[in-house]
């Protein structure tokens, strides 16, 4: 079955660090991911998604994240956090056609001034 | 503006009482989803649709039902059957019609749920 495995559930670095949110896929899922945002209380927002062509996708608001098939990962970057980025990060993988969406358990990224 | 609209933002329910939970989309899109929120445990799909009067289970259906009756509508009932109906609800819709797998969902601003 397909599955999707965030390592960490809480992440804090200081404001102007390398951010790293990791996302690791069962091999059987096809290869679309997506990585959302969620700010408290409110809904997910689309932050990047890996579809096919270049593997290396660029998101909004710095971030980016590299499909790796041979690690099976999916790793969110952002060189330099900033304290808006504050927030839950779900990385997800589709179930099959229909657009139903498997998400992660999620990783809370804290930004220190 | 097109997007997503679930009402209200804020619910409280009374223990027994059933609550409906509503979600509107002006996007056009084919399906609709219900997730909930729980803290820790990522987001569970409740129920979809992706047609007009058709629907289906998702992992976690006891307790909740929903209609589609218009294809801009989708509202999630929660019954008294529901015996941890607290969390965050999260309605969703994406553009399925040319069956791809690589289609994004886009997500209301959710109802918080509590039980008084």
């Known amino acids: 079955a397909q599955s999707v495995t965030q390592l960490g559930s809480h992440v804090s670095v200081s404001e102007g660090a390398l951010v790293l949110l990791r996302c690791n896929y069962s091999?059987?899922?096809?290869?679309?991911l997506f990585w959302y945002v969620q700010y408290p209380n409110q809904g997910l927002q689309l932050l990047l998604k890996?579809?096919?062509?270049?593997?290396l996708v660029k998101g909004i608001n710095g971030f980016e994240a590299e499909f790796k098939k041979s690690e099976t990962s999916f790793h969110l970057t952002k060189p330099s956090a900033h304290m808006s980025d504050a927030a839950e990060y779900f990385c997800a993988v589709p179930y099959n056609q229909g657009g139903k969406l498997i998400f992660g358990q999620g990783t809370e990224l804290s930004v220190k001034p | 503006d097109g997007g997503i609209t679930q009402s209200p933002k804020y619910l409280f329910r009374k223990e027994g009482q059933n609550v409906t939970l509503s979600c509107e989309q002006n996007?056009?899109?084919?399906?609709m989803y219900w997730y909930r929120q729980d803290p820790g445990q990522g987001l569970r799909l409740i129920y979809y649709s992706q047609i007009v009067n058709d629907f289906q289970k998702g992992d976690i259906v006891e307790g909740y039902s929903v209609s589609r009756e218009k294809k801009e509508s989708f509202p999630l009932t929660v019954t008294s059957a529901q015996k941890n109906p607290t969390a965050f609800y999260l309605c969703?819709?994406?553009?399925?019609?040319?069956?791809?797998?690589?289609?994004?969902?886009?997500f209301g601003q959710g109802t918080r749920l509590t039980v008084v």
């Open positions: 969703a819709s994406s553009d399925i019609g040319r069956g791809s797998m690589n289609t994004e969902a886009f």
């Open positions: 890996y579809t096919t062509g270049a593997t």
């Open positions: 091999s059987s899922v096809p290869p679309y």
């Open positions: 996007l056009n899109h084919d399906a």
